[in-house]
């Protein structure tokens, strides 16, 4: 299975270059696990999935520990039968073949619960797209009723989810709802906006 | 049929705030078509989507002009089975029910050559996701056909496409991704990502 993810960080800043170039660093421990190819709108980052979260993660936060307002964009994606296998991409931590839905909200419940912390607030927004199933929607409306009780849960939105709360729970919710819903060898796509010291938060 | 977008403008300078304030009243000529709302991490903007894809091209091109490196993010949704259909979201211009994969390519080609340019030059990448379908990506691959010939194709990304040129045939091919593929009343999402000014760009 390929996963990987083409994700692009906003700095609102004169100095956004300084910031990027700094925080990219924070992927540094990570690049022996995956594979980066950048442009010009974003980054391509290519491994397993309990992977490339935590490098999300810390890359997101280097950039908003200078405090100002950064967002970041993810598009996550698993499974799509266009791209080809890939050895990089091999999950450590996968659930059982045919693991039914509520062992699997369970389970994704436990994880975020066990998420170390970092000390960054942030908020999240994203959709779920399992995809080539006829049944999509019971899959969503599973992660839905996972992310309600994850602790990081803020409202529902037409078209996404809102969540808030420490960064390490945040992408441990976003982790466990790309890998725990849809067809579990499948094809499922994330469309993500991470968000930190918005002048318009709450 | 419910369709619209949320959608996050995000100009890179300290005058974040005040650009984006400039920007939004790119929006009021069409907001007698349109249902607003904003919070902390993106607006919604609820409408058809021959009414959708020119508010969000001018309210980018306002940004854009400034000189500033701006970016913008949509994610685009229509037919979601878990939103109530809406008046203010009929489309005025639809396909015939059941029009064959490589006609709707040939309108969606006609429209883009023949849209309006506005002088901006812009980048955008962008995932089509048609959702509750089996052949989901038959549909996909149609879209790609219709995008390697539309003029606004710049290269295949690992899960999206990129496009390069004039905002106006831009948004255009955007437009048409959203409505001429996927189920013609089922529920299809678009994750895209504009660019300008940037850097980093060839």
Redo the contacts between chains.
């Keep these: 299975m390929?996963s990987?993810?083409?994700i692009?960080l906003?700095?609102?800043?004169?100095d956004?270059?300084g910031i990027i170039l700094d925080a990219i660093t924070a992927l540094d421990p990570w690049r022996a696990n995956l594979r980066i190819e950048?442009?010009?709108?974003?980054t391509?980052i290519?491994g397993p999935p309990e992977i490339l979260f935590p490098a999300m993660r810390d890359l997101f936060v280097a950039a908003a520990r200078t405090g100002v307002?950064c967002?970041m964009?993810v598009?996550a994606?698993r499974g799509?039968?266009?791209?080809p296998d890939d050895p990089i991409c091999v999950p450590g931590d996968t659930l059982a073949p045919d693991t039914p839905l509520q062992d699997r909200i369970a389970h994704a419940r436990t994880a975020v619960a066990d998420a170390q912390t970092t000390g960054q607030t942030i908020?999240?927004?994203f959709?779920l797209?399992?995809?080539?199933?006829?049944h999509?929607?019971d899959e969503?409306y599973g992660c839905i009723e996972f992310l309600k009780a994850s602790g990081t849960f803020e409202t529902s939105?037409?078209?996404?989810t809102?969540l808030r709360g420490d960064a390490g729970p945040v992408f441990e919710t976003l982790s466990r709802a790309f890998t725990s819903f849809g067809a579990q060898a499948g094809?499922v796509?994330l469309?993500v906006?991470v968000?930190a010291n918005?002048?318009?938060?709450?």
């Design positions: 390929f990987g993810a083409q692009s906003y700095p609102m800043s004169d956004y270059v950048t442009d010009d709108i974003s391509l290519v307002h967002t964009h598009t994606s799509c039968p266009g791209e908020a999240a927004q959709s797209y399992p995809l080539g199933l006829g999509h929607m969503i939105k037409n078209f996404c809102k094809h796509a469309d906006t968000s918005s002048p318009s938060a709450v």
